[in-house]
């Protein structure tokens, strides 16, 4: 089995391969064109700490990939990382392993932006001049990133707990991006007045009311990848035109919409349709003003299409063997 490491990874994979892997992934899953099993969660609460499973299997790929990612939260206190993980490679036709990506859950922070850039792409308009955040750490500078290759805007609006690192992510991402960043003293402040809001946090309690939402407004919400967390008022997602999700499946399950349905507010029928069904036009995506919201709690389907391409690039294509 290839053991093929984090720097390799970082150095081949970018948002280009990222954002091909996530048109794949979710045209996969408009078409039926994969094995998707349901994701497997696990709490440490000592910790505290969260492990996520997720796996699946592409058809006609020449592999199918398990992948391991955890956040521990309180690794910022002794100066680590909070995500790590890998992905396991399998061959398709043997069913053995070929392959462990040792990414350190670089490939999944890739992958999880990518969905994003993507639901940025299909569902908000194409003229932007306000984009919040809500969140400061890695997956709020990798969203922007790949947002950054399918949509334009003129400044940005952040928000998070940790104002020390707010204001580091400010100025990283000002630099980055070349456009201005403002810290915003509380979320319900960011996301005023904002074309497409992101939501990147770890909240178990909504982050603002639905009266602080444009009418026009795009929200792509990412950070609700469990059962007990939420970043959005069941208000809110009553409020939206359209609800679009990653995998309704998945998300009547956990994430926003779970949420929603658990309280009796929304049902199954009260998602407009998956991203996948919008990226294939089987639904539609936006359609003048109108709220939409969009569901990402992060498939394995995802994994697999971002595996195959690290795989293919880093072992079949050079036509070498890594160990």
């Known amino acids: 089995m290839q053991v093929i490491k984090e720097a390799e990874i970082r150095e081949a994979i970018k948002e280009p391969e990222a954002l091909a892997s996530a048109e794949k992934a979710f045209r996969a899953m408009a078409e039926g064109g994969?094995?998707?099993?349901?994701p497997m969660g696990l709490e440490v609460p000592d910790a505290p700490g969260e492990v996520h499973v997720k796996s699946a299997y592409l058809k006609g790929s020449p592999i199918f990939a398990v992948k391991i990612a955890s956040g521990f939260y309180g690794n910022v206190e002794r100066g680590l990382p909070t995500g790590s993980g890998l992905i396991l490679v399998f061959d398709a036709t043997t069913g053995f392993p070929?392959?462990?990506?040792a990414d350190n859950a670089y490939l999944t922070d890739l992958r999880t932006a990518a969905a994003g850039a993507l639901a940025a792409r299909l569902l908000a308009p194409e003229s932007i001049e306000s984009v919040?955040?809500?969140?400061?750490g890695v997956q709020g500078r990798f969203q922007l990133r790949a947002i950054s290759?399918?949509?334009?805007?003129?400044?940005?609006?952040?928000w998070s707990p940790d104002t020390n690192?707010?204001?580091?992510?400010c100025a990283d991402m000002e630099e980055e991006l070349s456009t201005p960043f403002h810290a915003a003293s509380d979320a319900e402040e960011?996301?005023?007045?904002?074309?497409?809001i992101v939501t990147v946090t770890p909240s178990r309690e909504p982050?603002?009311?639905?009266?602080?939402?444009?009418?026009h407004a795009t929200v792509i919400a990412v950070g609700s990848d469990g059962p007990d967390k939420r970043e959005l008022a069941t208000e809110t997602l009553a409020r939206a035109e359209k609800i679009v999700v990653d995998r309704l499946s998945q998300c009547i399950s956990l994430g926003e919409v779970?949420?929603?349905?658990?309280?009796g507010v929304l049902s199954p029928d009260s998602v407009h349709a998956e991203l996948g069904e919008v990226l294939v036009g089987a639904k539609t995506g936006r359609e003048g003003s109108e709220l939409i919201i969009c569901d990402l709690t992060g498939v394995g389907a995802q994994d697999a299409a971002i595996a195959e391409v690290a795989w293919v690039k880093l072992t079949q294509s050079a036509g070498t063997t890594k160990t």
Not at 132 to 136: E, R, T
């Open 34 to 38: 994969l094995v998707l099993p349901p």
């Open 98 to 101: 070929v392959a462990l990506l």
């Open 132 to 136: 919040a955040v809500l969140g400061s």
């Open 149 to 158: 290759r399918v949509r334009r805007w003129e400044r940005t609006v952040a």
């Open 165 to 169: 690192q707010l204001v580091e992510y």
């Open 190 to 196: 960011a996301v005023r007045g904002a074309d497409l």
């Open 207 to 215: 982050l603002f009311g639905a009266s602080a939402l444009e009418p």
């Open 258 to 263: 779970h949420h929603g349905v658990e309280e």
